[in-house]
């Protein structure tokens, strides 16, 4: 009866004592092929890199040749250049490169609601590269020895798939999060996109974390039950420390979604900043005490960031600080709903057309940042200066090169009311005297500004609301460049769409001055679409080239008007909200094959 009984326990206990070898270390691991789908993964991203490079040294060249073939013809030399060579680029850009999803719909939000807010859709270029990326990380995940190795045995090689996999991808996780991405210049990819894949390499991060702690527990569970799970994670910082990581990350998903971000931004960033260092802590700990291979891995994730943040830090201390004194930001609120804020730079800056800068204001916002575009810039005499010195901005024609005095930056943006900050900041602007205060702040950048306009003898330029704030510095680029003889554009059309009449005032003085440059005549013709006018009265046009229409502008209309006495290669341009960028992104596509044609949107999507 005994040796029954004692029969009996044994065989009991063998599938535990089976299963427990595969619950820790490097059991069951298959360590080669982690190695190999690793570096897998590291050429296959740079591969991609080396592509996108070959393309866009294909572009830039294309457009370097047509700039310099166009700059000494008149508008019937640039004729060459109104149409494509080949059909493959025109179908590869309608097909692909500028098509939206579906049919239509990209940066138009989808709104459940006026206050939820579920996000838009990727380009079909960007699905097509999320689709690759998201499928070859389920390939390598599943990648197992299925034929060869016991349950257990199989978990523990996905726990260490998915492990490896999800520290490996941290690298371009955190690498696409940077403002200071440096491929963001290299290839001329905006950060909205890098944002874009940021968000799904998380997702895809927190997956592989949750699959790799699931297939721990498992093991645990068939070797000591959920007591074992309940010791293993009392007794050790291992356990405790990867448990806080899994957590930290689970956390990052659900708080992540589109109608939270937006409705709660700055709350949401605050919480997504924590988190993120929970779940690096969590894993560097449970990295290190088991001194595991993928530790470089992470310690290249914590330099990453580091190094990015160190340079966010050291742009705003150099530009905003000085030995005498720091940046000062006057704010005047504007009819519309808006705000003029101008920030004096204690150096001088190098910006280029379409650029924006993050601004903080700690008097409104403490530790907030916000994306706007630099509506205009000018230079200064910097500091120490007297009064009427101070008073008169310096044009960049007029700078005296041997005199000794430096020169300093002043940038304005334009801030439309809407939450937070913004709402904050046009309060506070509208109750002080004047309806003009003066604080303290400071900017970041500028970023932005890949690409140039300078090759194109046609240029359409459409802003819907403040986006004008983004093309204006495009129409002053070109307008100097055309008097010096530095740009290939004859023609540029720009069709700005407001809500009232009152909005005009937000860019008034830059546009008085833009109105009055040499060539302006010849070169600029301004559309205005005002939607929804309190009078027919307020809508008239003051001249020939500066026309003023009520209702919404329709961009097929304006395009093919434009298309048919087009001077060279055409660039059509678009920054607005999301309904109005779509119908431009339609039809440019509608036409691509009419001529070359370039499409360019800038957004600030989130």
């Known amino acids: 009866m005994s040796e029954h009984i004692l029969e009996s326990t044994n065989s009991s206990a063998s599938p535990a004592s089976t299963v427990t070898p595969y619950t820790h270390g490097l059991a069951g691991v298959n360590v080669p092929l982690d190695y190999d789908l690793t570096r897998v993964i590291w050429f296959s991203l740079v591969g991609l890199c080396v592509l996108i490079l070959l393309v866009r040294f294909m572009q830039i060249g294309n457009a370097h040749l047509r700039h310099l073939f166009s700059l000494t013809t008149t508008q019937q030399s640039q004729s060459y250049w109104t149409v494509d060579q080949t059909s493959f680029w025109p179908n590869l850009k309608k097909h692909l490169l500028y098509a939206p999803l579906f049919r239509k719909r990209h940066n138009r939000e989808m709104q459940l609601s006026n206050a939820i807010n579920v996000g838009t859709l990727p380009s079909r270029f960007h699905t097509v590269l999320l689709m690759l990326y998201l499928l070859s990380n389920i390939a390598y995940c599943c990648l197992l020895s299925y034929g060869q190795k016991s349950r257990a045995a199989l978990l523990a090689e996905l726990r260490g798939r998915t492990g490896v996999l999800a520290v490996v991808n941290m690298i371009p996780l955190f690498v696409l999060a940077g403002r200071n991405n440096p491929l963001i210049p290299l290839l001329r990819v905006s950060f909205d996109t890098y944002n874009l894949l940021h968000r799904w390499a998380g997702r895809v991060v927190v997956v592989e974390s949750v699959v790799h702690t699931a297939a721990w527990a498992a093991n645990k569970v068939n070797a000591d039950g959920w007591h074992g799970v309940n010791v293993a994670f009392r007794s050790g910082a291992f356990i405790q420390y990867g448990m806080l990581g899994t957590c930290s990350m689970v956390f990052l998903l ?3 979604p589109s109608a939270i971000r937006h409705a709660f931004y700055e709350t949401f960033l605050h919480l997504h900043q924590l988190a993120a260092f929970g779940a690096v802590l969590g894993i560097y700990v449970h990295l290190d005490q088991d001194k595991l291979p993928q530790l470089p891995y992470l310690k290249a994730v914590i330099s990453l960031w580091l190094i990015e943040r160190g340079v966010r830090w050291i742009r705003i201390l150099y530009h905003n600080f000085s030995r005498n004194g720091c940046g000062r930001v006057t704010v005047e609120a504007l009819p519309g709903g808006a705000c003029r804020v101008t920030f004096d730079l204690q150096h001088a800056w190098k910006i280029s057309p379409g650029c924006h800068v993050y601004a903080y204001l700690p008097g409104v916002s403490l530790w907030m940042s916000h994306p706007f575009s630099i509506a205009w810039s000018e230079q200064r005499l910097a500091l120490p200066m007297t009064e009427k010195e101070e008073a008169l901005p310096i044009p960049k024609s007029e700078v005296d090169f041997s005199s000794p005095r430096k020169t300093a930056t002043s940038i304005s943006l334009v801030m439309s009311k809407r939450t937070g900050m913004t709402a904050k900041l046009y309060e506070k602007a509208l109750a002080a ?18 690409e140039s306009l300078h090759s194109y003898g046609t240029v359409i330029l459409f802003a819907g609301g403040v986006g004008i704030t983004h093309q204006i510095s495009h129409v002053r680029d070109l307008l100097e460049g055309y008097d010096e003889g530095t740009v290939a554009a004859r023609k540029v059309v720009l069709v700005w769409s407001v809500r009232t009449t009152e909005q005009l005032e937000w860019v008034r003085p830059w546009m008085d001055q833009i109105l009055a440059m040499p060539g ?3 070169l600029l013709k301004i559309l205005l679409f005002v939607t929804k006018p309190r009078s027919p009265r307020e809508v008239v046009s003051p001249s020939a080239t500066v026309q003023m229409f009520p209702g919404r502008a329709n961009p097929q209309v304006i395009i ?31 036409r691509i094959h009419v001529g070359s044609i370039d499409f360019v949107e800038e957004s600030f999507t989130w």
């Open 520 to 522: 302006r005549r010849e």
């Open 254 to 256: 659900f708080h992540s």
């Open 433 to 450: 005297p004047g309806g003009t205060v003066t604080m303290f702040g400071a900017v970041e950048g500028p970023y932005g500004g890949l």
């Open 560 to 590: 093919d008007k434009e298309l048919t006495d087009r001077v060279g290669a055409m660039a059509v341009t678009v920054c607005g909200p999301g309904a109005f960028a779509d119908s431009v992104r339609d039809a440019v596509r509608k």
